[in-house]
């Protein structure tokens, strides 16, 4: 299109090449048509047609298509006509919209805003392009999201990308063993709890039984002198065993693996003489004591399996795995 300034021969310093272009604001999918000569003409006329406040300028044009500032008049001059172009003001930065067919990724500051990032469908495009920005943010993914990217097809997202299918194949594989990692992690954190737990049960049973070795020396201080006479001189058992022996129904379950130890030691005939028993009697409860001492050291030999397993399978976080002992310092 060629415009002369007045009627007649127009000289050659007043022809001027007028190119049609197609603007609009960023965000915004309403679109002008406006024919400029050059770049100021340009920004100008986007001034005056998109209304863009002055206190906003200057403002910078760049192409609709992948963000690209053009701010060279000869590179203008190359762009094909209706070339659309996106006026940003000072305080904006371009965002990528999938009305103008490119191929550019949103920015960070505008990834909330754009119009065509809502709706479950395009939700993986929306996280492949946080990735695409910062490769760093995987740590940052939820599950839901890493996993969302792992089931897309290789093709979609290779396009997405704009990346070769073998590229995408191996970032799908980089997210499938971070998925791995933290389910790992979860269990040996699950496991990590239970072998505390058991750690605590066995605590708390070895407690239990330094309190009744206690309280069995101080009973048995006490028969020495003199104070308790309840057992015959033949029988060293402390006097709570005695009386558990003679008045509980089951007294294997109410002594510790302590007393129940000292019991199947001693001798039955002492024993039926101190407990005023006959013999058989004696060596019934002396059966049943030993049966509950056996039942409780395998259980504690199953909980100490337990320990040994739960050590050699899983390590603290951070913690390296060397299957050799450390060698000690001779110093």
Not at 84 to 91: R, T
Request: charged residues 30%.
């Amino acid at each position: 299109m060629e415009v002369t300034g007045e009627a007649g021969a127009p000289e050659p310093s007043e022809i001027r090449i007028l190119k049609p272009c197609l603007l609009r604001r960023n965000y915004s999918r309403e679109q002008h048509g406006v024919a400029a000569s050059c770049l100021e003409d340009l920004r100008s006329k986007a001034c005056d047609i998109l209304a863009i406040d002055k206190s906003l300028t200057p403002i910078t044009l760049v192409l609709a298509e992948d963000g690209t500032i053009v701010d060279d008049d000869d590179y203008f001059l190359c762009l094909p006509s209706n070339t659309k172009f996106v006026a940003l003001a000072n305080n904006e930065k371009w965002a990528y919209n999938n009305s103008d067919g490119g191929t550019a990724w949103i920015s960070q500051e505008s990834f909330d805003v754009d119009e065509t990032d809502s709706g479950a469908g395009v939700k993986w495009k929306n996280v492949a392009r946080q990735l695409k920005e910062d490769l760093s943010s995987i740590i940052l993914l939820s599950e839901e999201d890493l996993q969302m990217l792992v089931d897309v097809p290789c093709s979609d997202l290779a396009q997405e990308l704009r990346q070769s299918s073998a590229t995408v194949q191996g970032l799908q594989h980089t997210l499938q063993q971070v998925l791995d990692q933290r389910e790992e992690a979860r269990r040996s954190k699950q496991l990590l709890q239970l072998y505390l737990q058991a750690l605590e049960k066995e605590g708390s049973l070895l407690t239990k039984q330094e309190e009744s070795k206690a309280a069995f020396v101080e009973e048995a201080d006490a028969v020495d002198s003199g104070i308790s006479g309840e057992a015959s001189s033949d029988v060293a058992l402390a006097s709570h065993i005695l009386t558990a022996l003679r008045e509980k129904p089951a007294p294997e379950l109410s002594l510790s693996s302590q007393d129940l130890e000292l019991v199947t030691k001693e001798d039955p005939r002492a024993l039926a003489v101190a407990l005023n028993w006959d013999i058989e009697k004696t060596e019934t409860v002396q059966e049943a004591c030993d049966r509950e001492l056996a039942l409780r050291l395998q259980q504690m030999q199953s909980l100490r399996s337990l320990r040994s397993i739960s050590a050699r399978k899983t390590s603290l976080p951070g913690e390296p795995q060397n299957p050799k002992r450390t060698r000690q310092d001779p110093t």
